[in-house]
């Protein structure tokens, strides 16, 4: 996914208590989501690289915001509402290309009934 919708009051409820570190973190951890549509690697170490955090202090953020914010499973961390929103993207694509091999949305028709073909001067 190249775009995704983002609801500001949302997230500003949900993110009020994080340092300026963490949500920089959190932000780039949602972008990655949606860039791979997949989960975040379990191996935090790949993750820091990723992100470009090299110190405890950042390390010890990245923690503290796949903790608050995604839950561990086998395949990676994940985030129930990117999750969520990824399939109903794909639900969509699937339509969408249905629609395309059965030449597109249905044609309307010429002349809905109560309408004129003609208009009427006044």
Known sequence: MYYYSFNIGDYRKDTVHLSRLEHSIYRDLIDWYYLDESPIPLETQSVSRRLRLATEEERNALI?????????????????????????????????????????????????VGSQSQPSRN
Do not use: M
Request: proline letters at 4%.
């Open 64 to 112: 503290a915001v796949l903790q608050d914010f995604f839950s561990q499973s086998e395949d990676g961390w994940r985030h129930k509402r990117i999750d969520s929103e990824i399939a109903e993207y794909h639900a969509k694509c699937e339509t969408n290309r249905l629609n395309g091999k059965a030449g597109g949305r249905p044609k309307k028709e010429e002349n809905p």
